[in-house]
């Protein structure tokens, strides 16, 4: 079997512990420019699409939308019309990083693509794309308290 998780894992750590440190001086660690980041390009967001978003649970998102909050990167506000769900909008001061962060996000997309042909990054995006959506499909089910393959068989014993 190819083993692609491993690597997967990998780089997403080691980016998300280099962003971590360059973004310490804008009081953005542990992911949370992640999130910044999609309420700057989908303002007024509400928490359950940046879950589904960035496949976390609500308790995280809450989370750190609330330490956002208080660094004054992002502000919710209540919808006209249903008042349970907060929208989500970055700031000025959270508008002014996004620029920061989006170059950081297009550097290191560069410096991972680097030595592949046009042709291959294209391949690349597409068979990621791909793996991202299979794996969705198992997140969507385990999210709503299903069982995945894997496990049925011992289910099944039980």
């Known amino acids: 079997m190819v083993e692609i ?3 997967l894992g990998n780089i997403a750590r080691a980016l998300d512990s280099i962003s971590n440190i ?3 001086p804008y009081e953005l660690t542990k ?4 999130y910044l980041v999609r309420v700057c390009e989908q303002p007024g967001i509400i928490s359950e699409e ?6 976390v649970d609500r308790s ?7 330490k956002l909050e208080s660094n004054g990167l992002v502000e919710r506000r209540s919808s006209g019309t249903n008042k349970k769900n907060k929208h989500i909008f970055a700031t000025e001061r959270g508008l002014s990083i996004y620029p920061i962060i989006k170059a950081e996000n297009d550097y290191s997309n560069q410096v991972a693509l680097m030595g592949l042909s046009q042709a291959e990054k294209e391949q690349l995006a597409r068979l990621l794309n791909q793996v991202e959506e ?3 499909g198992d997140w969507e089910l385990v999210k709503k308290g ?3 393959g ?3 068989q011992d289910a099944d014993h039980d």
């Open 5 to 7: 998780l491993r690597s």
């Open 22 to 24: 360059e973004f310490k």
């Open 31 to 34: 992911g949370q420019y992640l």
């Open 50 to 55: 940046l879950s589904t978003m960035l496949k």
């Open 60 to 66: 995280t998102v809450a989370r750190a939308i609330k």
């Open 134 to 136: 299979n794996v969705n």
């Open 146 to 148: 299903g069982i995945r």
């Open 150 to 152: 894997y496990l049925k």
